[in-house]
C-alpha cells in the first residue's frame, strides 16, 4: 500500500486530498503511476488528461516521470507550478 496525496485542482477535481492504494506490480514509475490513475473513474481521468504537465513527489522528492515509485510510501500528484 502506498498513500497517495493530491495537491491543487487535481485534488479539487478528484474529489479527495489523499487515499491509501495498492499499486498493481505493472505500476513502477512515476508516468505508469499517472496513467493507472486515470483508469479509476471519471473524475480521475479529467484531473490527469494532460499527463505531461502532472509533476510528482515520492517522499517528498520530485522525480521525473521515468523514474521509480519502488519503495515509495508517499506519492504527491502536483499540477504545475505557478507564481513569483
Given at each position: ?50 499527463p505531461d504537465v502532472i509533476r510528482v513527489a515520492v517522499n517528498q522528492e ?6 521509480s515509485i519502488a519503495g515509495a510510501r508517499e506519492i504527491g500528484i502536483f ?6
Open positions: 500500500m502506498v498513500r497517495v496525496v493530491y495537491f491543487a485542482w487535481v485534488r479539487e477535481r478528484i474529489g479527495k486530498s489523499e487515499e491509501e492504494l495498492d499499486l498493481p506490480p505493472s505500476v513502477t514509475t512515476a508516468g505508469e503511476l499517472i496513467q493507472y490513475l486515470a483508469t479509476l473513474g471519471e473524475d480521475y481521468e479529467a484531473a490527469l488528461q494532460f520530485h522525480i521525473d516521470h521515468d523514474e499540477p504545475p507550478m505557478t507564481g513569483g
